[in-house]
Nanobody
Framework: QVQLVESGGGMVQTGGSLRLSCAASGRTFNISAMGWFRQAPGKEREFVAAISWNGDTTYYTDSVRGRFTISRDNAKSTVYLQMDSLKPEDTAVYYC?????????????????WGQGTQVTVSS
């Protein structure tokens, strides 16, 4: 079973940047797509970004495309989310989670593990 630990969250002002990291344990990291979801207070959890096992394919939700960049380092079993030009509406708890296929990021509940989340707060 893969275990996931997110880090890098914090509080920044509008226009600032943060880099989230998700360190994974388990032998399947290098063959798994990896992605990020977020959940804002009072809202449902939503997809943010995903990256294929070899880094060749990336997906982004429209609201973050051009501002966020997902990447991975398979040697370190870590996936990153570089967040630039942050807005107050990006405030949320951010979670990483693996999937067998990129298309599975259309679904919330696939039985795949989730990290504990890291809080991102963007002040106006």
């Amino acid at each position: 079973q893969v275990q996931l630990v997110e880090s890098g969250g914090g509080m920044v002002q509008t226009g600032g940047s943060l880099r989230l990291s998700c360190a994974a344990s388990g032998r399947t990291f290098n063959i798994s797509a990896m992605g990020w979801f977020r959940q804002a207070p009072g809202k449902e959890r939503e997809f943010v970004a995903a990256i294929s096992w070899n880094g060749d394919t990336t997906y982004y939700t429209d609201s973050v495309r051009g501002r966020f960049t997902i990447s991975r380092d398979n040697a370190k079993s870590t996936v990153y989310l570089q967040m630039d030009s942050l807005k107050p509406e990006d405030t949320a708890v951010y979670y990483c989670t693996p999937r067998s296929r990129m298309g599975d990021y259309l679904y919330q509940d696939t039985g795949d593990p989730w990290g504990q989340g890291t809080q991102v707060t963007v002040s106006s």
